[in-house]
């Protein structure tokens, strides 16, 4: 388990970083059986999903994370849970939101995103 825990806290830090400075660069995370649901809106595959990320409609973007749990998803992969604030374009008042990540390793056993659920969470 420490070993799953240690993967989920890398792969949490390296994609808040990354979204928050350069969506685009998400892309090596995903694979073409990749799926996105972003405030209820799904796309599958690399190229939608980097689409659906970097047409959002702020500029500007910091993820504040407040929790983050893991498990096993009993195949070798890990399901994360992950809560906290976003800070968009320079706005004081920050915005909830939760997000749920499937990760599995390809064949190469690189990890990547298989499943990614993202939502706001408001009031």
């Known amino acids: 388990m420490a070993d799953l825990l ?3 806290n890398q792969f949490i830090d390296f994609y808040y970083q990354k979204f928050d400075e350069n969506r685009a660069e998400l892309a090596p995370l995903y694979r073409d059986d990749s799926m996105l649901t972003f405030e209820s809106e799904s796309r599958q595959g690399v190229s939608p999903i980097i689409e659906k990320l970097t047409s959002l409609a702020f500029q500007k973007v910091r993820h504040a ?5 893991a498990q096993p998803n009993g ?3 890990v399901i994360l849970l992950v809560t906290g604030h976003l ?6 008042n920050p915005l909830g939101f939760s997000q749920c990540f499937q ?9 990547y995103v298989f499943n990614d ?3 706001l969470v408001m009031g």
């Open 65 to 69: 994370v407040s929790t983050k749990d």
């Open 117 to 119: 659920l993202f939502k």
């Open 6 to 8: 240690n993967v989920a």
């Open 75 to 77: 195949r070798g992969g």
């Open 87 to 92: 800070f968009v374009d320079d706005g004081e």
């Open 103 to 111: 990760l599995q390793q390809d064949g190469a056993g690189q990890w």
